[in-house]
């Protein structure tokens, strides 16, 4: 075994992993545009995007250089009582792209983070205002939001990493899973007891927290864009705020710039992180409407009490703003709209394996869904010999590929994915 891996495996500790790791990582080299180069001379086609954030693939020249040029000025200064031109523009940035209404922009280190600054400012914000019963959170079912505390408590509360947390994680409103399907007709019974929950817990809901159109994480299931509508209705009606998580959804992924678009609805709250540096550094941000900061400032205690270290960090903002720039002319929806065609082309066959339950594609996300959990072991091999980098999930084999990937490499990803379908259900 390479020295490293060795190491690796002794010293290192990896997402959702045991220690000591069971199964080594593959070690990576160098990553260019959408290939990953391994220590053995291996390439492999990232077709996760390096878990959904590297939009315009690795090294691309204009991030680079945006990051060198920072990082010929700054690296980092303290955001308490500093600013900085990154963080400056890149706070107007989202502003500008984000749905209208969403004014102010806390910027944070991680998407959980993000998550994390979501619900204290909601329920401060309801604290401000002497609503003091108006603590807990309703989403649905399937969801997820990240790892700390607070996001792990409106995750998926069965199917989920955290199950384990019964008993510690705040006790949150739960309703059942959005019916699935983009284009699936509205179901009124599922309408009807969405408006129900809200109604009846109002008086102690802070907001509703959900990720719209896509659930990813927590299954990688799609919904009819008007349950975000009606979410947002009810909950305007009824004094409890609207939360937007879109980590996952954000900056093209789904077919439109902000997965919000596609309902037309503005929450009161808003994450993004991930593709926000084109997958370069770790940087997230949650936007909010003037509603609640207005809010908040008229509290016994009017500031909002998080600061992280790195907040604002000039490189992740700089090569953000790089990024931004890269996706503001638009050619990204071409892109996405060719990568849909190519992944709903090359995953048809996965239709017809026996033991597929379902293949489903939305913009840049395409997912084959087994009838039982995948053998990541078998996967991972499969998948490599073909040249492909995939990271399958319980019973899931998807890819989110960077926008920039050839119709000759998603071709390569379809059918080593519907090959995997075949030897996984054999
Ligand atoms: N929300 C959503 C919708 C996500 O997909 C993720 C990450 N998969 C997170 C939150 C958490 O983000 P991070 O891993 O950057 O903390």
């Known amino acids: 075994m390479h020295e490293l891996l060795r190491l690796d495996t002794r010293h290192v500790w990896h997402p959702y992993g045991p220690m000591p790791a069971t199964v080594p990582p593959l070690l990576v080299e160098e990553a260019s545009g959408v290939r990953l180069r391994l220590a053995d001379g291996t390439e492999l086609i990232d077709g996760m995007s390096s878990w959904w954030a590297v939009v315009h693939g690795h090294r691309h020249p204009v991030l680079d250089a945006a990051l060198r040029e920072q990082a010929g000025r700054m690296s980092h200064v303290m955001f308490g009582g500093l600013t900085h031109e990154p963080a400056i523009r890149l706070a107007t940035n989202l502003v500008d792209l984000t749905p209208d209404g969403l004014e102010h922009v806390f ?33 649905w079912r399937g969801g997820y939001h990240g790892d700390t505390f607070h996001p792990m408590s409106v995750c998926d509360p069965e199917g989920g990493m955290h199950a384990l947390w019964r008993g510690v994680l ?7 899973e959005p019916p699935p399907g983009f284009d699936a007709p509205v179901d009124q019974s599922y309408v009807d007891v969405l408006v129900r929950a809200v109604e009846e817990h109002a008086d102690e809901l802070a907001a509703v927290v959900v990720e719209p159109v896509v659930q990813g994480a927590g299954g990688m299931r799609f919904h009819n864009p008007d349950y975000l509508r009606v979410l947002r209705e009810v909950t305007e009606r009824h004094d409890v705020l609207l ?41 997230a941000a949650t936007l909010c409407t003037p509603r609640v900061a207005d809010g908040i400032s008229r509290g016994e205690v009017p500031v909002l009490a998080h600061g992280p270290t790195f907040m604002g960090n000039p490189l992740a903002a700089a090569v953000a703003n790089a990024s931004i720039g890269l996706l503001a002319d638009g050619s990204w929806r071409d892109e996405v709209r060719r990568i849909e065609r190519a992944l709903t082309e090359g995953l048809a066959p996965a239709a017809e394996v026996p033991g597929v339950l379902d293949v489903r594609v939305l913009g840049a996300i395409g997912v084959v869904q087994l009838d039982r959990p995948v053998d990541m072991a078998v996967a991972t091999e499969t998948l490599t010999s073909r040249g492909v980098w995939l990271r399958p999930f319980r019973d899931l084999v998807y890819t989110m590929p960077p926008y920039v990937t050839s119709d000759a490499d998603l071709a390569l990803v379809t059918e080593a994915m519907v090959a995997t379908a075949r030897v996984l259900t054999a």
Do not use: N
Request: charged content about 20%.
């Open 243 to 283: 939360v937007f998580d879109e980590i996952a959804t954000g900056f093209g992924r789904t077919g439109a710039f902000f997965a919000a678009e596609h309902a037309g609805v503005t929450p009161d709250v808003f994450c993004v992180g991930k593709a926000l540096t084109g997958g370069y550094l770790t940087m």
């Open 107 to 139: 910027l944070c280190d991680s998407g959980s983070v993000s998550v994390e600054v979501a619900l204290k400012m909601c329920l401060q914000y309801w604290r401000s205002l002497g609503r003091t019963k108006k603590t807990r959170m309703l989403t």
């Open 170 to 176: 705040p006790e949150q409103v739960f309703v059942p």
